[in-house]
């Protein structure tokens, strides 16, 4: 991947992902914000913790599976120890059996920035949920419709085939970048297209962006993040992922839940239920699906270009970029 050259005054137009709409001015005066994010597996946990100890941050968390109770090994969450390091937001929020929205996030982190900032310390959006992550950078205005039972049951007892092509068909946008694979994410975009009457990909507006953001992500060679990938997946294993997916199911949690909780519990799910020959064969597919969603993670992230890229763990430069955007941060303010 090239390296960015540029700094992180951009002009607004850049937006995290495809589509956005130009010209949004940033207010006077906006307060910082450091965001480190990026592709699994690529350290934007240990990157936040570091930069987080050096800068008198605290770290709130913008990964869209961490926000539940319960997801701990499958999900990576930082340890407990991790946590003790410096503070963490936004872990273990919302019941496993909740649906955690984009527009519940975002309110809930830019009241926990604002409550950082309010302390005097710095603020860091660490993960690598880019719906979460544009959500809080471009303050993204999200439509607030509240789950419909009755809708939600119809569309459920429907075929995954059926309600893609019905999402093709009301709002292609949102069709072509959605988790195809995960039925909740398109009962969802089409419960949106269903209430409101309009697509759910043209309810997402951009208002002034609240915070001054400096993005910050971590670049490895391809084959070097799949070797990150695959290890970590061995390690998760070997520290009890499926013994967790076992516990989920015994605490009530449905198999079809287990399939929009990411990849990780959706096959890990699928060999409890004989779907696979082996345990090796499952852990298998697993790496060869996270390397897919890896490079949709990358294809989404390359298109920012206030994206600063880091080459490696390369604590130094980041160290660097942070002092310098506080730096300028600061004659703006005084000046």
């Given at each position: 991947m090239k390296q960015s050259n540029q700094g992180p005054h951009k002009e607004p137009g850049h937006r995290l992902g495809p589509g956005r709409p130009q010209g949004s001015p940033l207010r006077e005066r906006?307060?910082?914000?450091?965001?480190?994010?990026?592709?699994t597996a690529s350290g934007k946990s240990a990157l936040g913790i570091v930069l987080a100890q050096r800068f008198s941050g605290e770290i709130v968390s913008a990964d869209s599976r961490q926000v539940y109770r319960g997801l701990d090994i499958g999900t990576a969450k930082v340890s407990l120890e991790e946590q003790a390091l410096v503070p963490h937001h936004l872990l273990d929020v919302a019941d496993v059996q909740e649906i955690y929205t984009v527009a519940q996030f975002r309110q809930q982190a830019i009241t926990e920035i604002d409550d950082i900032l309010a302390r005097g310390h710095l603020p860091l959006l660490v993960?690598?949920?880019?719906?979460?992550?544009?959500?809080?950078?471009?303050?993204?205005?999200?439509?607030?419709i509240p789950p419909q039972p009755a809708?939600?049951?119809?569309?459920?007892?429907?075929?995954?085939p059926d309600l893609l092509t019905q999402l093709e068909q009301l709002d292609p946008a949102s069709a072509a970048s959605i988790d195809r694979n995960n039925p909740r994410r398109v009962i969802r975009?089409?419960?949106v297209c269903l209430v409101s009457g309009k697509p759910f990909s043209e309810q997402k507006r951009m208002a002034a962006p609240l915070y001054n953001s400096l993005l910050l992500s971590i670049h490895w060679p391809r084959e070097v993040l799949y070797q990150r990938i695959d290890m970590r997946v061995d390690e998760r294993m070997q520290q009890g992922m499926v013994q967790e997916v076992r516990n989920l199911l015994e605490q009530g949690i449905s198999h079809e839940r287990l399939e929009a909780l990411g990849l990780e519990y959706r096959f890990i799910s699928r060999w409890l239920r004989g779907e696979f020959i082996s345990e090796a064969?499952?852990?298998?597919?697993?790496?060869?699906?996270?390397?897919?969603?890896?490079?949709?993670?990358l294809t989404w992230f390359r298109k920012d270009s206030r994206i600063i890229w880091l080459e490696g763990m390369d604590i130094g430069r980041a160290e660097a970029e942070v002092r310098q955007f506080l730096q300028l941060e600061h004659n703006n303010h005084v000046s």
């Open positions: 906006t307060s910082p914000l450091i965001v480190v994010l990026g592709p993960g690598g949920s880019p719906h979460y992550i544009q959500a809080v950078v471009d303050n993204l205005d999200i439509p607030s809708l939600r049951a119809e569309l459920e007892a429907r075929s995954l975009a089409l419960e064969e499952m852990v298998q597919r697993l790496k060869y699906a996270i390397h897919d969603f890896t490079r949709r993670q």
